[in-house]
């Protein structure tokens, strides 16, 4: 079923974040991929995460496309001028790929290329707008084009904002949706009742909204989120049961499927299960949902 399809029936649906290599080498991917086939709807592929130098979302979504797997394509303002944006979004739906996810991307300085200039050309919105003009058969410039593409388009909300940071997301976020935006993904979430002041601004009968569910590898892990990563909450119990266990990474495993049942059990749209380069962990957080 198609993901746009899944989310219109009110399925609930799963997502796993699927980085490309750093290298050429796809065996590891597909692998991984291959390992959840048919417990994962669609594998959400970024651009170069955090500016780290990788294989891009399009070059991932295309060969994974290719291998019979559904993904949804990162596209980033950091790296290409419209030009560049314009051409990979025709190249992707050419190729199959008809979900994608616009962001801004993290800084350079972040990554490991800090002599590399980022581009702006243009922001997050203007990207929006360009994927709406493209859907309606003609390019930024006004050209018509020969064959129009038809995207589901995604972004991201930050969903534990607070007071008035909370009101500039909602703002932020109703100017996606008016430029043709369907479903928001959030940053990681470990408590729901952290994020309840947002979901009652939210309409969901309108508004997709998808967790983002992050496996945590280390106490050590979990305690530099909690001190250090802003508007996310992580409860000391979750803390106290990894230092606790005699298996952390099993333990950790298990926290992430509990986060995952409940949240479909509160009714949302799906999950995105992140697990920073433990994809060989899916098939266990996905047992038993």
């Known amino acids: 079923m198609e993901l746009k399809e899944k989310f219109e029936a009110g399925d609930f649906a799963i997502l796993a974040e699927m980085e490309p290599p750093k290298g050429v080498d796809i065996s590891p991917m597909l692998e991984n991929a291959k390992k959840v086939k048919g417990m994962v709807d669609a594998f959400v592929v970024p651009e170069m995460s955090n500016?780290?130098?990788r294989l891009s979302a399009l070059g991932g979504s295309m060969i994974l496309q290719a291998n019979g797997f559904q993904t949804v394509m990162q596209v980033c303002c950091r790296d290409r001028n419209r030009l560049a944006l314009q051409a990979d979004l025709l190249a992707a739906y050419a190729c199959g790929i008809k979900n994608i996810m616009a962001v801004s991307g993290e800084d350079p300085s972040f990554g490991d290329h800090h002599k590399a200039k980022a581009v702006y050309d243009i922001d997050l919105l203007e990207m929006l707008k360009a994927v709406q003009k493209l859907q309606t058969g003609t390019d930024m410039a006004g050209v018509d084009l020969l064959g129009t593409p038809s995207f589901l388009v995604g972004s991201t909300a930050n969903a534990g904002a607070k007071d008035q940071g909370?009101?500039?997301?909602?703002?932020?976020m109703n100017k996606k949706i008016d430029e043709g935006t369907t479903f928001f993904i959030t940053p990681p979430l470990f408590d729901i009742s952290s994020i309840e002041p947002f979901m009652k601004r939210v309409d969901r009968s309108k508004t997709i909204i998808i967790?983002?569910?992050?496996?945590?590898?280390?106490?050590?892990?979990?305690?530099?989120?909690?001190?250090?990563?802003?508007?996310?909450?992580?409860?000391?119990?979750?803390?106290?049961?990894?230092?606790?266990?005699?298996?952390?990474?099993?333990?950790?495993?298990?926290?992430?499927?509990?986060?995952?049942?409940?949240?479909?059990?509160?009714?949302?749209?799906?999950?995105?299960?992140?697990?920073?380069g433990w994809e060989k962990r899916l098939p266990d957080i996905l047992k038993g949902i």
């Open 211 to 276: 967790p983002t569910v992050l496996l945590l590898k280390s106490v050590g892990m979990a305690r530099y989120i909690d001190r250090n990563l802003d508007n996310v909450h992580l409860p000391g119990t979750i803390i106290e049961r990894i230092m606790k266990s005699p298996d952390k990474a099993r333990e950790c495993v298990s926290i992430a499927n509990e986060i995952v049942s409940a949240l479909k059990q509160e009714g949302f749209n799906g999950v995105l299960l992140s697990t920073i």
């Open 166 to 172: 909370l009101e500039l997301e909602i703002e932020e």
């Open 51 to 53: 500016a780290v130098m």
